[in-house]
């Protein structure tokens, strides 16, 4: 039960045998003031291409706050620039 309820707080974690462990990828999370100032987009921006599927999701932290995992967001950014 706990293990189930850990695995949907915390999607980011990778299933591995009987135990949760990291991802090994996973080096930080960024909020959305950090996702702004890196990426130069704007808050409404950012969600509406979510909607569309140009920008990558966020992961939930809990009932009212998200945030994006840093990689992802370096990926799309470097996918941009091309």
């Given at each position: 039960?706990?293990n189930?309820?850990?695995?949907?707080?915390?999607p980011?974690?990778?299933?591995?045998?009987?135990?949760?462990s990291?991802?090994?990828?996973?080096?930080?999370?960024?909020?959305?003031?950090?996702?702004?100032?890196?990426?130069?987009l704007?808050?409404?921006?950012?969600?509406?291409?979510?909607?569309?599927?140009r920008?990558?999701?966020?992961v939930?932290?809990?009932?009212?706050s998200?945030?994006w995992?840093?990689h992802?967001?370096?990926?799309w950014?470097?996918?941009w620039?091309?």
């Amino acid at each position: 039960m706990a293990n189930e309820i850990e695995q949907l707080s915390m999607p980011f974690l990778k299933e591995t045998g009987n135990d949760a462990s990291r991802n090994t990828d996973i080096k930080r999370v960024l909020r959305i003031k950090e996702v702004r100032h890196k990426t130069g987009l704007g808050r409404s921006t950012i969600y509406r291409w979510m909607d569309e599927g140009r920008f990558p999701k966020p992961v939930r932290l809990g009932a009212r706050s998200v945030a994006w995992i840093e990689h992802e967001i370096d990926d799309w950014l470097m996918s941009w620039s091309k």
